[in-house]
Protein backbone atom coordinates (compact mmCIF):
# COMPACT_ATOMS: atom_id res chain seq x y z
CA UNK A 1 0.00 0.00 0.00
CA UNK A 2 1.57 3.27 -1.09
CA UNK A 3 0.57 6.98 0.53
CA UNK A 4 -0.27 9.71 -2.19
CA UNK A 5 3.19 10.98 -3.58
CA UNK A 6 2.34 14.42 -3.40
CA UNK A 7 4.42 16.98 -1.45
CA UNK A 8 4.57 17.48 2.29
CA UNK A 9 2.11 19.48 3.39
CA UNK A 10 -0.16 19.66 0.49
CA UNK A 11 -2.15 17.13 1.12
CA UNK A 12 -2.64 17.35 4.80
CA UNK A 13 -4.34 20.79 4.38
CA UNK A 14 -6.33 19.53 1.37
CA UNK A 15 -9.62 20.52 1.67
CA UNK A 16 -11.87 18.49 -0.13
CA UNK A 17 -12.07 21.71 -2.98
CA UNK A 18 -8.58 23.43 -3.83
CA UNK A 19 -7.73 25.49 -6.70
CA UNK A 20 -5.72 23.52 -8.90
CA UNK A 21 -4.22 25.87 -11.09
CA UNK A 22 -2.94 28.19 -8.73
CA UNK A 23 -1.49 26.21 -5.73
CA UNK A 24 0.03 29.31 -3.82
CA UNK A 25 1.49 29.61 -0.71
CA UNK A 26 -1.70 31.81 0.36
CA UNK A 27 -4.15 29.34 -0.52
CA UNK A 28 -2.48 26.41 1.12
CA UNK A 29 -1.82 29.05 4.00
CA UNK A 30 -5.46 29.43 4.49
CA UNK A 31 -6.92 25.84 3.58
CA UNK A 32 -9.19 26.81 0.38
CA UNK A 33 -12.59 25.77 1.64
CA UNK A 34 -12.03 27.69 4.91
CA UNK A 35 -16.33 28.42 5.18
CA UNK A 36 -16.89 24.93 4.88
CA UNK A 37 -14.18 23.43 6.80
CA UNK A 38 -14.76 26.14 9.67
CA UNK A 39 -18.66 25.25 9.21
CA UNK A 40 -18.15 21.69 9.82
CA UNK A 41 -15.68 22.17 12.42
CA UNK A 42 -18.05 24.50 14.87
CA UNK A 43 -20.92 22.42 14.48
CA UNK A 44 -19.13 19.49 15.80
CA UNK A 45 -17.35 21.53 18.48
CA UNK A 46 -21.21 22.46 19.90
CA UNK A 47 -22.11 19.08 19.32
CA UNK A 48 -19.25 17.27 21.16
CA UNK A 49 -20.00 20.03 23.52
CA UNK A 50 -24.03 18.95 23.95
CA UNK A 51 -22.42 15.34 23.72
CA UNK A 52 -20.30 15.66 27.34
CA UNK A 53 -23.31 17.77 28.71
CA UNK A 54 -25.48 15.25 28.47
CA UNK A 55 -23.67 12.22 29.06
CA UNK A 56 -25.20 11.07 26.29
CA UNK A 57 -23.86 7.85 24.36
CA UNK A 58 -25.50 6.28 20.83
CA UNK A 59 -25.86 6.13 17.58
CA UNK A 60 -26.71 9.69 16.90
CA UNK A 61 -25.56 11.36 20.18
CA UNK A 62 -22.76 13.43 18.05
CA UNK A 63 -24.64 14.63 15.24
CA UNK A 64 -26.80 17.32 16.62
CA UNK A 65 -26.78 19.75 19.62
CA UNK A 66 -28.75 19.31 22.09
CA UNK A 67 -31.44 22.32 22.21
CA UNK A 68 -30.89 23.57 25.63
CA UNK A 69 -28.66 26.32 25.66
CA UNK A 70 -27.47 26.33 21.38
CA UNK A 71 -27.49 29.92 20.92
CA UNK A 72 -27.44 29.59 17.40
CA UNK A 73 -31.14 28.46 17.92
CA UNK A 74 -32.01 30.01 20.70
CA UNK A 75 -31.24 34.02 19.16
CA UNK A 76 -33.10 35.34 16.62
CA UNK A 77 -31.03 36.27 13.39
CA UNK A 78 -31.46 39.46 11.57
CA UNK A 79 -33.03 37.20 8.68
CA UNK A 80 -35.67 36.50 11.00
CA UNK A 81 -36.94 40.44 11.50
CA UNK A 82 -36.47 41.86 8.41
CA UNK A 83 -37.47 41.89 4.66
CA UNK A 84 -35.82 39.58 2.70
CA UNK A 85 -35.32 40.66 -1.05
CA UNK A 86 -37.08 40.46 -3.85
CA UNK A 87 -36.00 37.27 -6.39
CA UNK A 88 -37.33 39.02 -9.74
CA UNK A 89 -33.68 40.76 -10.00
CA UNK A 90 -31.59 38.16 -9.93
CA UNK A 91 -32.45 36.68 -13.50
CA UNK A 92 -31.36 33.46 -13.85
CA UNK A 93 -30.79 31.51 -10.41
CA UNK A 94 -27.66 30.82 -9.01
CA UNK A 95 -26.13 28.85 -5.87
CA UNK A 96 -25.72 30.38 -2.56
CA UNK A 97 -22.92 32.36 -1.94
CA UNK A 98 -22.06 29.58 0.76
CA UNK A 99 -21.46 27.38 -2.30
CA UNK A 100 -19.34 29.05 -4.01
CA UNK A 101 -16.24 26.32 -3.80
CA UNK A 102 -18.33 23.58 -5.27
CA UNK A 103 -16.81 23.96 -8.62
CA UNK A 104 -15.26 22.11 -11.40
CA UNK A 105 -11.90 22.04 -11.60
CA UNK A 106 -9.11 21.40 -13.48
CA UNK A 107 -6.69 18.47 -12.08
CA UNK A 108 -3.42 19.55 -10.17
CA UNK A 109 -1.83 16.92 -12.26
CA UNK A 110 -2.11 17.78 -15.42
CA UNK A 111 -1.17 21.00 -17.74
CA UNK A 112 -3.35 22.31 -20.05
CA UNK A 113 -2.15 22.33 -23.61
CA UNK A 114 -3.82 25.36 -26.03
CA UNK A 115 -7.09 24.92 -26.09
CA UNK A 116 -7.82 21.68 -25.17
CA UNK A 117 -9.17 21.72 -21.78
CA UNK A 118 -10.66 19.70 -18.88
CA UNK A 119 -12.32 20.47 -15.78
CA UNK A 120 -13.50 17.74 -13.32
CA UNK A 121 -17.03 17.31 -12.00
CA UNK A 122 -17.18 17.92 -7.68
CA UNK A 123 -18.50 14.87 -6.86
CA UNK A 124 -17.73 14.92 -3.32
CA UNK A 125 -20.59 17.68 -3.17
CA UNK A 126 -23.27 16.40 -4.96
CA UNK A 127 -26.27 14.24 -3.73
CA UNK A 128 -28.54 11.64 -5.57
CA UNK A 129 -27.72 10.72 -9.29
CA UNK A 130 -28.30 14.35 -11.02
CA UNK A 131 -25.18 16.45 -12.10
CA UNK A 132 -26.15 20.33 -12.11
CA UNK A 133 -25.21 21.86 -15.66
CA UNK A 134 -22.96 24.31 -14.15
CA UNK A 135 -20.83 21.52 -12.49
CA UNK A 136 -20.90 18.83 -15.51
CA UNK A 137 -17.52 18.10 -16.46
CA UNK A 138 -16.33 19.15 -19.76
CA UNK A 139 -13.63 17.69 -22.26
CA UNK A 140 -12.30 19.58 -25.26
CA UNK A 141 -9.90 18.73 -27.69
CA UNK A 142 -10.32 22.41 -29.20
CA UNK A 143 -12.19 24.43 -27.18
CA UNK A 144 -15.81 25.50 -26.56
CA UNK A 145 -17.71 27.98 -28.52
CA UNK A 146 -21.55 29.10 -27.84
CA UNK A 147 -23.11 28.24 -31.33
CA UNK A 148 -26.05 30.16 -32.77
CA UNK A 149 -28.65 27.86 -32.99
CA UNK A 150 -30.54 29.38 -35.94
CA UNK A 151 -26.74 29.25 -38.12
CA UNK A 152 -26.27 25.47 -37.18
CA UNK A 153 -27.31 22.53 -39.01
CA UNK A 154 -27.69 18.68 -38.88
CA UNK A 155 -26.46 16.23 -42.12
CA UNK A 156 -27.59 12.87 -42.52
CA UNK A 157 -25.61 10.94 -45.32
CA UNK A 158 -24.04 8.13 -46.50
CA UNK A 159 -25.89 5.00 -47.12
CA UNK A 160 -29.38 6.55 -47.23
CA UNK A 161 -32.49 6.82 -49.65
CA UNK A 162 -31.77 10.76 -49.63
CA UNK A 163 -29.33 12.65 -47.81
CA UNK A 164 -30.68 15.52 -45.50
CA UNK A 165 -30.18 18.73 -43.37
CA UNK A 166 -31.81 19.51 -40.66
CA UNK A 167 -32.28 22.84 -38.59
CA UNK A 168 -32.94 22.59 -34.86
CA UNK A 169 -36.68 23.47 -35.81
CA UNK A 170 -36.55 20.50 -38.26
CA UNK A 171 -35.77 18.20 -35.27
CA UNK A 172 -37.41 19.43 -32.64
CA UNK A 173 -40.67 18.42 -34.62
CA UNK A 174 -39.73 14.62 -34.39
CA UNK A 175 -41.39 12.79 -31.43
CA UNK A 176 -38.37 13.48 -28.73
CA UNK A 177 -37.79 11.40 -25.98
CA UNK A 178 -35.93 12.38 -22.54
CA UNK A 179 -33.46 9.71 -20.87
CA UNK A 180 -31.46 9.68 -17.76
CA UNK A 181 -27.62 8.31 -18.62
CA UNK A 182 -24.25 8.85 -16.89
CA UNK A 183 -21.13 10.40 -19.62
CA UNK A 184 -17.80 8.94 -18.46
CA UNK A 185 -14.70 9.98 -20.38
CA UNK A 186 -12.43 7.03 -21.19
CA UNK A 187 -9.79 8.78 -19.33
CA UNK A 188 -11.69 8.78 -16.21
CA UNK A 189 -9.35 7.37 -13.52
CA UNK A 190 -6.45 7.32 -16.20
CA UNK A 191 -4.07 8.92 -13.64
CA UNK A 192 -4.18 6.14 -11.20
CA UNK A 193 -2.75 3.13 -13.38
CA UNK A 194 0.42 3.41 -11.52
CA UNK A 195 0.11 4.58 -8.00
CA UNK A 196 -2.50 6.88 -6.02
CA UNK A 197 -1.71 10.09 -8.06
CA UNK A 198 -4.40 13.01 -7.01
CA UNK A 199 -5.88 13.45 -3.43
CA UNK A 200 -9.93 13.76 -4.22
CA UNK A 201 -12.35 11.94 -5.71
CA UNK A 202 -12.94 15.25 -8.07
CA UNK A 203 -9.77 14.31 -9.68
CA UNK A 204 -9.99 10.47 -9.32
CA UNK A 205 -13.32 10.59 -10.79
CA UNK A 206 -14.65 13.57 -11.69
CA UNK A 207 -14.57 13.12 -15.39
CA UNK A 208 -18.20 11.93 -15.17
CA UNK A 209 -21.69 13.38 -15.30
CA UNK A 210 -25.03 12.54 -15.29
CA UNK A 211 -27.80 14.39 -16.54
CA UNK A 212 -31.69 13.89 -18.27
CA UNK A 213 -31.05 14.19 -21.78
CA UNK A 214 -33.50 15.14 -24.11
CA UNK A 215 -33.63 15.22 -28.09
CA UNK A 216 -34.84 12.78 -30.81
CA UNK A 217 -33.78 9.25 -31.34
CA UNK A 218 -31.37 8.52 -33.73
CA UNK A 219 -32.86 6.06 -35.37
CA UNK A 220 -35.79 8.10 -36.61
CA UNK A 221 -33.66 10.56 -38.30
CA UNK A 222 -32.17 7.62 -40.26
CA UNK A 223 -35.31 6.63 -40.94
CA UNK A 224 -36.46 9.65 -42.23
CA UNK A 225 -33.59 9.48 -44.74
CA UNK A 226 -34.19 5.98 -45.67
CA UNK A 227 -30.93 4.24 -44.27
CA UNK A 228 -30.49 0.95 -46.05
CA UNK A 229 -30.49 -1.48 -43.70
CA UNK A 230 -28.40 -4.20 -45.71
CA UNK A 231 -25.43 -2.63 -45.78
CA UNK A 232 -25.41 -0.09 -42.72
CA UNK A 233 -22.63 -1.67 -40.03
CA UNK A 234 -21.37 2.05 -39.05
CA UNK A 235 -22.26 5.55 -38.34
CA UNK A 236 -19.27 8.62 -38.37
CA UNK A 237 -20.48 11.71 -35.84
CA UNK A 238 -18.84 14.79 -36.08
CA UNK A 239 -18.33 17.99 -34.03
CA UNK A 240 -19.09 21.16 -35.44
CA UNK A 241 -15.62 22.65 -33.16
CA UNK A 242 -12.19 22.73 -34.70
CA UNK A 243 -11.32 19.63 -33.02
CA UNK A 244 -13.39 18.24 -36.15
CA UNK A 245 -14.24 15.13 -33.55
CA UNK A 246 -14.96 12.24 -35.58
CA UNK A 247 -16.13 8.82 -34.14
CA UNK A 248 -17.29 5.77 -35.44
CA UNK A 249 -20.59 4.27 -33.83
CA UNK A 250 -21.28 0.45 -34.41
CA UNK A 251 -25.12 0.08 -36.25
CA UNK A 252 -26.55 -1.78 -33.17
CA UNK A 253 -25.98 1.09 -30.60
CA UNK A 254 -27.66 4.03 -33.30
CA UNK A 255 -30.89 2.14 -33.92
CA UNK A 256 -31.26 1.29 -30.34
CA UNK A 257 -30.60 4.20 -27.74
CA UNK A 258 -28.60 6.83 -29.43
CA UNK A 259 -30.17 10.24 -28.95
CA UNK A 260 -29.69 13.40 -30.85
CA UNK A 261 -30.35 16.20 -27.95
CA UNK A 262 -30.78 19.47 -27.46
CA UNK A 263 -31.76 19.18 -24.17
CA UNK A 264 -30.12 18.94 -20.90
CA UNK A 265 -31.57 18.41 -17.35
CA UNK A 266 -35.20 20.46 -18.75
CA UNK A 267 -32.98 23.30 -20.11
CA UNK A 268 -30.97 23.58 -23.66
CA UNK A 269 -27.64 21.95 -23.99
CA UNK A 270 -25.07 24.51 -22.17
CA UNK A 271 -21.97 25.33 -24.61
CA UNK A 272 -19.63 23.33 -22.52
CA UNK A 273 -22.06 20.30 -23.20
CA UNK A 274 -22.53 21.07 -27.24
CA UNK A 275 -25.02 23.80 -27.54
CA UNK A 276 -27.05 23.82 -29.68
CA UNK A 277 -26.63 19.78 -30.47
CA UNK A 278 -24.91 16.37 -29.31
CA UNK A 279 -25.07 13.18 -29.53
CA UNK A 280 -25.62 10.67 -26.41
CA UNK A 281 -24.62 7.56 -26.88
CA UNK A 282 -25.40 5.79 -23.50
CA UNK A 283 -23.21 3.30 -21.97
CA UNK A 284 -20.56 4.23 -24.57
CA UNK A 285 -17.24 6.27 -23.51
CA UNK A 286 -17.34 10.39 -23.29
CA UNK A 287 -15.43 10.54 -26.70
CA UNK A 288 -18.31 8.96 -28.65
CA UNK A 289 -20.67 11.74 -27.27
CA UNK A 290 -19.83 14.14 -30.33
CA UNK A 291 -20.76 17.72 -29.12
CA UNK A 292 -21.84 20.80 -31.84
CA UNK A 293 -22.99 17.49 -33.78
CA UNK A 294 -23.05 18.34 -37.62
CA UNK A 295 -23.14 15.76 -39.54
CA UNK A 296 -24.04 11.68 -39.88
CA UNK A 297 -22.35 9.21 -42.14
CA UNK A 298 -23.79 6.00 -42.70
CA UNK A 299 -21.24 3.57 -43.63
CA UNK A 300 -20.30 -0.20 -44.38
CA UNK A 301 -16.79 0.33 -42.04
CA UNK A 302 -15.34 1.91 -39.52
CA UNK A 303 -13.54 4.93 -40.37
CA UNK A 304 -10.17 4.85 -38.46
CA UNK A 305 -10.41 8.88 -37.47
CA UNK A 306 -7.27 10.01 -35.91
CA UNK A 307 -9.57 10.38 -33.00
CA UNK A 308 -10.45 6.71 -33.10
CA UNK A 309 -6.73 5.46 -34.24
CA UNK A 310 -4.56 8.40 -31.91
CA UNK A 311 -6.48 8.28 -28.36
CA UNK A 312 -8.62 5.97 -26.27
CA UNK A 313 -7.16 3.20 -27.27
CA UNK A 314 -5.70 0.57 -24.54
CA UNK A 315 -1.80 -0.59 -24.33
CA UNK A 316 -1.66 -4.10 -23.44
CA UNK A 317 0.59 -6.21 -21.56
CA UNK A 318 1.68 -7.68 -24.58
CA UNK A 319 2.69 -4.54 -26.47
CA UNK A 320 -0.89 -4.68 -28.30
CA UNK A 321 -3.34 -1.73 -28.54
CA UNK A 322 -7.06 -2.50 -28.09
CA UNK A 323 -8.50 -0.02 -30.16
CA UNK A 324 -12.81 0.55 -30.57
CA UNK A 325 -13.16 0.00 -26.42
CA UNK A 326 -16.26 1.80 -26.58
CA UNK A 327 -18.43 0.65 -23.29
CA UNK A 328 -17.73 1.69 -19.99
CA UNK A 329 -17.27 -1.21 -17.59
CA UNK A 330 -19.18 -1.51 -14.19
CA UNK A 331 -17.26 0.77 -11.70
CA UNK A 332 -18.56 2.71 -8.45
CA UNK A 333 -16.15 5.16 -5.89
CA UNK A 334 -17.31 6.38 -2.40
CA UNK A 335 -17.83 9.69 -2.99
CA UNK A 336 -17.96 10.71 1.15
CA UNK A 337 -16.28 9.92 2.68
CA UNK A 338 -13.46 10.88 0.20
CA UNK A 339 -10.22 11.73 -0.17
CA UNK A 340 -9.22 15.56 1.47
CA UNK A 341 -11.63 15.09 3.38
CA UNK A 342 -12.01 14.90 7.14
CA UNK A 343 -14.18 12.90 9.77
CA UNK A 344 -15.08 15.04 12.99
CA UNK A 345 -14.87 12.60 15.76
CA UNK A 346 -16.27 8.95 15.99
CA UNK A 347 -19.58 7.95 15.73
CA UNK A 348 -22.17 7.16 13.21
CA UNK A 349 -21.16 8.10 9.19
CA UNK A 350 -23.17 7.70 5.74
CA UNK A 351 -20.75 6.53 3.20
CA UNK A 352 -22.20 7.00 0.35
CA UNK A 353 -21.43 6.84 -3.49
CA UNK A 354 -21.69 5.92 -7.17
CA UNK A 355 -22.19 3.00 -9.10
CA UNK A 356 -22.46 2.54 -12.95
CA UNK A 357 -22.26 0.13 -15.99
CA UNK A 358 -22.17 1.16 -19.51
CA UNK A 359 -23.92 -2.56 -20.03
CA UNK A 360 -27.12 -2.38 -18.09
CA UNK A 361 -28.46 -1.67 -14.88
CA UNK A 362 -26.46 -1.80 -11.17
CA UNK A 363 -27.58 -5.22 -9.82
CA UNK A 364 -25.56 -4.56 -6.00
CA UNK A 365 -22.88 -2.84 -4.19
CA UNK A 366 -20.72 -3.81 -1.53
CA UNK A 367 -18.60 -1.69 0.59
CA UNK A 368 -16.01 -2.72 2.56
CA UNK A 369 -14.23 -0.97 5.80
CA UNK A 370 -10.85 -2.85 6.10
CA UNK A 371 -9.40 -2.93 2.43
CA UNK A 372 -11.58 -5.77 0.88
CA UNK A 373 -11.49 -8.55 3.89
CA UNK A 374 -14.90 -8.14 4.52
CA UNK A 375 -17.87 -6.82 2.30
CA UNK A 376 -21.41 -5.81 3.22
CA UNK A 377 -24.14 -5.02 1.16
CA UNK A 378 -25.10 -1.15 0.51
CA UNK A 379 -28.28 0.13 0.10
CA UNK A 380 -29.02 0.71 -3.59
CA UNK A 381 -31.01 4.47 -4.04
CA UNK A 382 -34.13 4.23 -6.52
CA UNK A 383 -34.46 4.96 -9.60
CA UNK A 384 -31.88 1.97 -10.69
CA UNK A 385 -31.87 2.89 -14.64
CA UNK A 386 -29.84 1.57 -17.57
CA UNK A 387 -26.53 2.96 -17.88
CA UNK A 388 -27.13 5.59 -15.77
CA UNK A 389 -25.49 6.71 -12.32
CA UNK A 390 -27.05 4.62 -8.90
CA UNK A 391 -26.40 6.13 -5.52
CA UNK A 392 -25.74 3.73 -2.81
CA UNK A 393 -25.59 4.24 0.79
CA UNK A 394 -24.00 2.56 3.67
CA UNK A 395 -24.34 3.25 7.69
CA UNK A 396 -20.78 3.23 9.28
CA UNK A 397 -19.82 3.29 12.59
CA UNK A 398 -16.19 5.11 13.17
CA UNK A 399 -14.08 3.72 15.84
CA UNK A 400 -11.75 5.85 15.64
CA UNK A 401 -9.19 3.89 13.89
CA UNK A 402 -7.39 3.71 10.61
CA UNK A 403 -9.92 2.01 8.03
CA UNK A 404 -9.64 2.08 4.47
CA UNK A 405 -13.33 2.08 2.54
CA UNK A 406 -13.73 0.33 -0.77
CA UNK A 407 -17.04 -0.45 -2.79
CA UNK A 408 -17.15 -2.58 -5.53
CA UNK A 409 -20.05 -2.88 -8.11
CA UNK A 410 -21.97 -5.63 -9.50
CA UNK A 411 -23.84 -4.91 -12.83
CA UNK A 412 -27.31 -6.80 -14.31
CA UNK A 413 -24.78 -8.93 -16.25
CA UNK A 414 -23.29 -10.26 -13.12
CA UNK A 415 -19.80 -8.47 -13.84
CA UNK A 416 -18.00 -7.37 -10.76
CA UNK A 417 -15.78 -4.63 -10.62
CA UNK A 418 -12.01 -5.96 -10.48
CA UNK A 419 -9.42 -4.55 -7.96
CA UNK A 420 -5.36 -3.90 -8.65
CA UNK A 421 -4.25 -7.20 -9.01
CA UNK A 422 -7.60 -8.57 -10.74
CA UNK A 423 -7.38 -5.76 -13.63
CA UNK A 424 -3.56 -5.40 -13.69
CA UNK A 425 -3.69 -9.10 -14.72
CA UNK A 426 -5.38 -8.40 -18.02
CA UNK A 427 -4.41 -5.13 -18.70
CA UNK A 428 -1.25 -4.19 -17.22
CA UNK A 429 -0.35 -0.83 -15.82
CA UNK A 430 1.08 1.19 -18.82
CA UNK A 431 -2.68 2.50 -19.77
CA UNK A 432 -4.63 5.81 -19.34
CA UNK A 433 -8.19 4.90 -20.61
CA UNK A 434 -10.98 2.48 -19.12
CA UNK A 435 -9.49 1.96 -15.60
CA UNK A 436 -12.48 0.94 -13.75
CA UNK A 437 -10.47 -0.40 -10.83
CA UNK A 438 -11.87 -0.49 -6.64
CA UNK A 439 -10.95 2.68 -5.50
CA UNK A 440 -9.39 3.00 -1.56
CA UNK A 441 -9.94 6.08 0.53
CA UNK A 442 -7.87 5.36 3.62
CA UNK A 443 -9.36 7.00 6.75
CA UNK A 444 -6.03 7.95 9.44
CA UNK A 445 -6.99 8.01 12.86
CA UNK A 446 -7.38 11.86 13.03
CA UNK A 447 -9.95 11.33 10.49
CA UNK A 448 -8.44 12.75 7.56
CA UNK A 449 -8.67 10.43 4.05
CA UNK A 450 -6.51 9.83 1.63
CA UNK A 451 -6.61 8.21 -2.07
CA UNK A 452 -3.83 5.35 -1.40
CA UNK A 453 -4.09 1.80 -3.35
CA UNK A 454 -4.58 -1.81 -1.92
CA UNK A 455 -3.35 -4.60 -4.16
N1 LIG B 1 -17.22 18.28 -30.85
C1 LIG B 1 -16.62 17.72 -29.80
N2 LIG B 1 -17.25 16.75 -29.15
C2 LIG B 1 -16.69 16.15 -28.07
C3 LIG B 1 -15.40 16.54 -27.64
C4 LIG B 1 -14.73 17.59 -28.34
O1 LIG B 1 -13.62 17.99 -28.00
N3 LIG B 1 -15.38 18.16 -29.40
N4 LIG B 1 -14.83 15.89 -26.56
C5 LIG B 1 -15.31 14.52 -26.33
C6 LIG B 1 -14.83 13.93 -25.11
S1 LIG B 1 -13.26 13.31 -25.14
C7 LIG B 1 -15.65 13.73 -24.02
S2 LIG B 1 -15.10 12.88 -22.67
C8 LIG B 1 -17.01 14.30 -23.98
C9 LIG B 1 -17.17 15.21 -22.79
O2 LIG B 1 -18.44 15.75 -22.75
P1 LIG B 1 -18.72 17.02 -21.84
O3 LIG B 1 -17.69 18.06 -22.16
O4 LIG B 1 -20.12 17.45 -22.11
O5 LIG B 1 -18.56 16.54 -20.42
O6 LIG B 1 -17.34 15.01 -25.15
C10 LIG B 1 -16.83 14.44 -26.34
N5 LIG B 1 -17.36 15.18 -27.46
MO1 LIG C 1 -12.95 11.99 -23.22
Given at each position: ?6 K????L???E???S ?15 R ?18 G ?17 I?A ?55 T ?10 Q ?7 R ?8 L ?13 R????S?I ?29 C ?5 V ?7 D ?11 L???A ?12 N???D ?17 YP??L ?9 W?K????I ?8 T ?5 H ?5 P ?39 S ?34 F ?12 L???A ?9 N ?14 HN ?18 V?
Amino acid sequence: MSKLPLKEGRLLRAPENFLSSDFSAEVLKKGFDEERRSFLRRSFLAASAAVAAAGASGLHSNQAAAAEGEEAIMALPAHTKGLGQAVAALGYGQPSQFEKNLQRRESPGLNRVSAASVSFCPLQGLFGIITPNGLHFERHHQGWWDIDPRQHRLMVMGLVKQAKVYTLDDLMRFPSISRIHFIECGANTGMEWGNAAVPTVQYTHGMLSCCEYTGVPLKLLLEDCGIDLKAARYVLAEGADGASLTRTINIENALDDVIVAWGMNGEMLRPENGYPLRLVVPGVQGVSWVKYLRRIEVGDQPWFTREEVLHYVDLMPDGRQRQFTSIQECKSVITSPSGGQVLLGQGTFNISGLAWSGRGKIRQVDVSVDGGNTWRNARLQTPILDKCLTRFNFDWVWDGKPAILQSRAIDSTGYVQPNYRQLRAVRGSRSIYHNNVIQSWQIAGNGEVFNVQVS
